[in-house]
């Protein structure tokens, strides 16, 4: 059985990308969560390759970094599973979910995750106001060029959609205002059952991290 080990649920954006993969994988999985910045974190970092999460586990093989999770269960179980059929579209769907694996460093050194927090009015600052502006005109592009098949930025939910959930996440807790198609697929996102599942969990932690805390 594969395992997957993830960091705080509340926190932790790479461990929901690369938990999101595997659960949409429909591979039998378990996981082991590791509340980050503790001495049991630190007795767990040996064992991870590069010493973060998430990480996944089956038999002897490890894959960490989430796009390369993402592809390794493409590679599993089908790449239409995760990335759209139709060429232009994939192209696409690779390069945004490229951009998010690489960029928007001001976005998320100011809107740091943490699901259980919501700050009506937040003062976002011009360099992530940008990335936010960036992230809404690729969300809108997906929708308007490749999403007519469903709710998600390629019609159904897949591997771009596995990259920006987080960035959902964010968008809710720091109050972002977005334009009609972005507010949607915002809202798609968080409905789906795996998202529902996850931050239900979340709800229910306990660990407190002060440096994710406003």
Known sequence: ????????????????????????????FR????????????????????????????????????????????????????????EAARAHARSIAAEMHAGFAPMRQQLTMNTRRHYPGFAVNAEAQADIARIEALWTEARGRFGAGGDFLYGDFGAADIMYAPVVTRFTTYDVKLGSVARGYAEAITAHPYMREWLDAAAKETWIVEKYEY
């Open 31 to 86: 996981e082991t969560l590791v509340p980050m910045w503790t001495a049991e974190h630190d007795a767990v970092r040996p064992r991870l390759p590069a010493g973060k999460v998430p990480t996944v586990f089956d038999g002897d093989v490890a894959v960490w970094e989430s796009l390369a999770i993402i592809d390794w269960l493409a590679d599993r179980v089908g790449r239409d599973r995760y990335w759209p059929a139709d």
């Open 1 to 28: 059985m594969i395992e997957i080990v993830i960091g705080n649920k509340a926190y932790s954006s790479w461990s929901l990308r690369g938990w999101l993969a595997v659960r949409h994988s429909g591979l039998a």
